[in-house]
C-alpha cells in the first residue's frame, strides 16, 4: 500500500488477535448443576428485599429514630421495590408501637364556628361518638314526652294560676281605686289610659272645656292620681310576666333535668376519668336546659304548601341543633394494631389534610362539626405517612402544606377556597391537632437532588436518604435470593414452577439487564414480568415446569414486542435508503454505533460517520455543533479532537487544518461522547489517506492522550451492527471496537456469541487510539522518535506529513498575500 509517496507496510494477523475477544469473554453464564434444587418448589419464598443492605438499614434506623425532623427520603428507580420494603420493613416496627389516640370534635358552646378537639385513648373517641348518638336520639324522644305528661301539666297549671291570681288581684285593686274617683281604665297597646267619668260615662271634650275651673282641677287631679296608680300596676303586672316566665322556665328546666339527668349523669360516670369529656358534658346539659323550646316542639301535619314549607324548616333547623349535640370521630383508630402506616397513593391537598364539607339545604351551603373530614396526615399522626415524592410535588399546594405541617408540627383544617377567594366565608375554624408522625417520601435520585438544591427547607426535614442501588453483587448468595425471589413470584402469582435451568436464564439475564458480569440488577419488578411471561408460554406449550427455552422465548417476544423502530431501521439500511456499508474500506469514513432508547426497549443503531479536511487555520467542527444539533456531551467530546491533533501533531508547526465531520443522514439531536474515537478514527484517516474496513463499527470515548474510555449501552450497540452485518450477509472481516474497559459489562446475545465463535464476527476491546488504529487499518500507527518525529510509513508519520504540508503552504500563502498588499 502506497499513500502520500510512502510505502505502508501491513501488520500481521496477531496483532488483531491479541485485541479480539473470545466467545467465552462475551458472557457470564450460571451453571445449573451448581444450583442445589430441582425447581423452584424446594426453594423458600423470599422474605424481604435482596441487594439493598444500605437502604435497609436507614430505613430502619429511620423508622426508630425519635428526634423530629427525621424524616426518610427513598430514593431508587421504579421497580427496585422501594414501596415494597418501606411496607415490610416500617409495618414490623409500626406494629411494636403504642396505638395513637383517637381525636374528636364537638361543639364549642361559647364560639360555635370554632369546633373543639379533644384528644382520647384509642377507641374512647368511637364509643363516645356512639353514646352521644344514642343520647342525641333519648332527647329527641324523652323530652317531648316529659313535657306531655299530667304532672307538668297540673304544675304548669298551679304556676299560671298563682301569677293569674295576683295579676287579677292587682287589676281589681286598680278598677276599685279608679271608681272611688270616677274614673275608668281602658287598656291600650302602649298601656294603660285614666279616662275621667261623669254620670258613668266619660266625660267628651266639649263638655270638659265648658266646666268650671275648680272642676277642672279636681278632675284632673283625680285622673293624674289614677295614672299613676295604673303606671305602677303596669309595672307590677310586666314583672309578674317576667315572673310567670321564669317560673315556667324553672319548671320546664326542672322537667327537663329530670328527663335527661339519668342519662346525662350515666354519660358522666361512663367517661369520668375524662375531664375534658366531664367539661363537654356540662355544656351540652345547660345548652340542653336553654333550649328547650326547639328540642320540645313537634312536627305539624299541615296540608297548605307554605305551612308545608315552614314545618320543614322548622324541621331542619331542630335537626341541626340536635347536631350540636353529636361528636364527630375525626381520628379513629379503634381498629389499629401500633402504630398507623398510611399510603397516600393520590396526595392532593384535601387526601392530605382532611376538608369541611358543605350541603346544600334550600339552596344554600351549610356545614357543622360532623362535615369535618380527616385526611392521611391525620390519621397517620403517631405512626408513618408514605408518599410518592412526585405525585405530592405535582398537586398544587400538597408539598407547601406538608412542610408546614412538619415545621410547625401541628395541622389545621382549611378549605383552599378560604385562602384565595376574594370575599371570606363565613365557615368553621376547627381547633388544631398537634402533629408528631414520621413521613417517608419514595422518589428518584434526581428528584431529591432537585428538592435538595432548590428547597431550603427539604434538607431541614428530610435528613435521612434511603437509596435503592440499580444492581448487586453477583454471588452465590445473591444467586440464591435470585432464585428464592422467583419461588416468591410463583406462589403469589400462581405461576408455574421454573427448573433450574431456567431460573440460571433468569439470572443470566438480571446481569444483563444491569449491563455487567459481575452484578446482577436489583429492577425485580422486570424479573417478576420476566417471570410472569416465561410461565404463560410454558403453559402455551404444555410445559408443566418453565424451562430455560421458555425464559428464552419470553425475551425474544418481549424483543418482538418492542422493535418495531429498530426493524425498519434495519430495512431501510437493507435498501439502501440509510447508506451503511458493511465490507470494502474507505478513506475519511467509519460506521459509529447509537444507541437509541424508546422507552421499554434500547437498541443499536449504525451511523456512518465522515470527515472532510483542507488547508485551514486549526479548526475542527463539526456539522452537529455548528447546526445545533448536538448535546454539551458530545460537544465536549468532539472538542477534545482538537486537543488531540495538538498534543500530537502540533508541537513543530502549527495546526493548519480545517476539517468538518459529521454523523451522514441523522437528523436528531447527537449526545453522548461515546463517538469520539470514532470521530478522531475517521479523521486520522482523511488526513493520512490510509483507508478504514467498513465492516468494522466502533464505540469509545476517548481523552486528550488517546486513551479510549468507557461508554454506556455496549451491548446494544454490538448487538445493532451484528444484526445490520447479518442482513448484508456475515463475511467474517466484520466485528465492532470497544473499549477495553466495557469488556466486563458484555452479557451479549447468544447468536451473536455463536457467531464470535463460528468466526464469523469479531468483537474487540482497545485500551488506546493505537491499538483502534491497527485494527481499522492494518497499519502501524508509529510510536514518537527522540526528535518528536514519526516514522514516515507509520499513520501517525502520514497525518504528520500532511500537517506540515499544510502549514508550509499556508505559511507561503500568507507570504505572497502579505507581499502583494
Request: glycine fraction near 8%.
Amino acid at each position: 500500500m502506497q499513500s502520500n509517496g510512502a510505502i505502508i507496510k501491513k501488520l500481521p494477523i496477531s496483532a488483531k488477535k491479541n485485541l479480539t475477544l473470545e466467545a467465552t469473554d462475551l458472557y457470564r453464564s450460571v451453571n445449573p448443576d451448581d444450583l442445589k434444587f430441582e425447581d423452584t418448589a424446594d426453594i423458600k419464598p423470599l422474605e424481604g428485599t435482596i441487594g439493598q443492605a444500605r437502604a435497609i438499614d436507614t430505613i430502619q434506623m429511620g423508622a426508630k429514630f425519635s428526634s423530629p425532623d427525621f424524616h426518610i427520603y427513598v430514593a431508587g428507580m421504579t421497580g427496585s421495590g422501594r414501596e415494597t420494603t418501606v411496607r415490610e420493613l416500617v409495618a414490623k416496627y409500626a406494629a411494636e408501637l403504642p396505638t395513637p389516640p383517637d381525636f374528636i370534635y364537638v361543639h364549642n358552646f361559647s364560639s360555635p364556628d370554632h369546633p373543639v378537639a379533644i384528644e382520647l385513648p384509642a377507641g374512647i373517641g368511637t364509643n363516645f361518638a356512639r353514646e352521644m348518638d344514642d343520647f342525641s336520639a333519648f332527647i329527641r324522644r324523652e323530652i317531648p314526652k316529659a313535657f306531655e305528661t299530667e304532672n307538668y301539666e297540673k304544675k304548669r297549671r298551679d304556676t299560671l294560676s298563682r301569677i293569674h291570681h295576683r295579676r287579677r288581684k292587682l287589676l281589681d285593686e286598680l278598677s276599685i281605686y279608679a271608681k272611688e274617683r270616677n274614673v275608668t281604665i281602658e287598656v291600650t297597646p302602649s298601656g294603660f289610659i285614666s279616662v275621667p267619668l261623669i254620670r258613668g260615662k266619660p266625660i267628651p271634650t266639649e263638655e270638659f272645656e265648658n266646666l268650671a275651673p275648680d272642676d277642672k282641677d279636681v278632675i284632673e287631679k283625680r285622673t293624674h292620681e289614677v295614672q299613676a296608680i295604673a303606671t305602677t300596676t303596669l309595672r307590677q303586672l310586666r314583672s309578674l310576666d317576667k315572673e310567670e316566665q321564669e317560673q315556667i322556665r324553672q319548671l320546664d328546666r326542672e322537667i327537663a333535668r329530670f328527663a335527661i339527668g339519668g342519662a346525662l349523669d350515666e354519660l358522666r360516670d361512663e367517661f369520668k376519668t375524662y375531664s375534658a369529656i366531664g367539661s363537654y358534658l356540662d355544656q351540652v346539659e345547660e345548652d340542653l336546659l336553654e333550649n328547650l323550646a326547639i328540642l320540645r316542639s313537634q312536627q305539624q301535619d299541615d296540608t297548605d304548601a307554605a305551612d308545608i314549607m315552614m314545618a320543614k324548616t322548622q324541621k331542619m333547623a331542630k335537626q341541626d341543633h340536635f347536631n350540636r349535640y353529636r361528636v364527630n370521630v375525626f381520628v379513629d383508630n379503634s381498629q389499629t394494631k401500633g402504630a398507623p402506616l398510611i399510603f397516600e397513593q393520590n396526595p392532593t391537598y384535601y387526601n392530605l389534610f382532611g376538608r369541611i364539607s358543605f350541603r346544600s339545604t334550600f339552596g344554600a351551603l351549610v356545614t357543622d362539626l360532623l362535615e369535618i373530614e380527616c385526611g392521611s396526615v391525620q390519621r397517620a399522626n403517631g405512626g408513618f405517612l408514605v408518599i410518592d415524592a412526585l405525585e405530592v410535588l405535582r398537586n398544587p399546594f400538597s408539598w407547601e402544606a406538608l412542610k408546614r405541617v412538619l415545621l410547625s408540627k401541628k395541622v389545621q383544617i382549611e378549605n383552599l377556597g378560604e385562602q384565595f377567594t376574594l370575599f371570606p366565608v363565613a365557615t368553621l375554624r376547627p381547633q388544631g391537632i398537634k402533629m408528631g408522625l414520621k413521613v417517608i417520601l419514595i422518589g428518584t435520585p434526581w428528584i431529591y437532588r432537585l428538592l435538595y438544591q432548590m428547597d431550603p427547607e427539604f434538607p431541614t426535614l428530610f435528613k435521612l436518604r434511603a437509596d435503592f442501588g440499580p444492581e448487586m453483587d453477583w454471588d452465590s448468595g445473591n444467586i440464591m435470593s435470585y432464585a428464592a425471589f422467583i419461588s416468591r413470584c410463583v406462589r403469589e402469582k400462581s405461576l408455574l414452577n421454573f427448573d433450574k435451568e431456567a431460573v440460571s436464564r433468569i439470572i443470566e439475564h438480571g446481569a444483563r439487564l444491569s449491563s455487567n458480569q459481575r452484578k446482577l440488577s436489583t429492577h425485580l419488578s422486570k424479573i417478576a414480568d420476566l417471570a410472569a411471561e416465561a410461565s404463560h408460554w410454558a403453559r402455551e406449550t404444555g410445559h408443566t415446569l418453565v424451562t430455560g427455552a421458555d425464559v428464552d422465548f419470553a425475551i425474544d417476544k418481549k424483543i418482538f414486542r418492542s422493535n418495531i423502530v429498530e426493524t425498519k431501521i434495519h430495512e431501510w439500511i437493507a435498501d439502501g435508503t440509510i447508506m451503511i456499508d458493511t465490507d470494502g474500506a474507505k478513506v475519511g469514513q467509519i460506521n459509529g454505533i447509537a444507541v437509541i432508547d424508546i422507552g421499554d426497549y434500547m437498541f443499536g443503531r449504525p451511523s456512518r460517520i465522515t470527515a472532510s479536511i483542507s488547508i485551514g487555520r486549526g479548526t475542527v467542527r463539526s456539522i452537529e455543533r455548528e447546526t445545533k444539533l448536538s448535546g454539551r456531551i458530545h460537544s465536549k467530546g468532539f472538542l477534545i479532537l482538537s486537543g488531540y491533533l495538538r498534543s500530537t501533531y502540533a508541537q513543530e508547526w502549527p495546526l493548519s487544518l480545517g476539517a468538518t465531520i459529521t454523523f451522514e443522514q441523522s437528523y436528531d439531536e447527537v449526545e453522548g461522547d461515546s463517538a469520539s474515537s470514532t470521530e478522531l478514527y475517521a479523521l486520522l484517516s482523511a488526513l493520512s489517506g490510509i483507508p478504514i474496513l467498513q465492516g468494522i463499527a466502533v464505540t469509545g470515548s476517548v481523552n486528550q492522550h488517546g486513551e479510549i474510555q468507557a461508554v454506556g449501552g455496549v451491548n446494544e450497540k454490538i448487538e445493532g451492527f451484528f444484526s445490520v452485518c447479518r442482513e448484508n450477509g456475515l463475511t467474517g472481516n466484520q466485528g465492532v471496537i470497544i473499549p477495553r474497559s466495557n469488556v466486563p459489562n458484555l452479557m451479549l446475545r447468544k447468536d451473536v456469541r455463536n457467531a464470535v465463535e463460528a468466526g464469523q464476527f469479531s468483537v474487540c476491546a482497545v485500551q488506546t487510539i493505537n491499538e483502534g488504529i491497527r485494527l481499522l487499518t492494518g497499519v502501524e500507527p508509529g510510536e514518537r522518535r527522540p526528535d518528536g518525529r514519526f516514522p514516515v510509513e507509520s499513520l501517525h508519520g502520514l497525518v504528520q506529513e500532511k500537517l506540515d504540508s499544510y502549514a508550509r503552504t499556508l505559511q507561503i500563502f500568507q507570504r505572497l498575500s502579505k507581499n502583494a498588499s
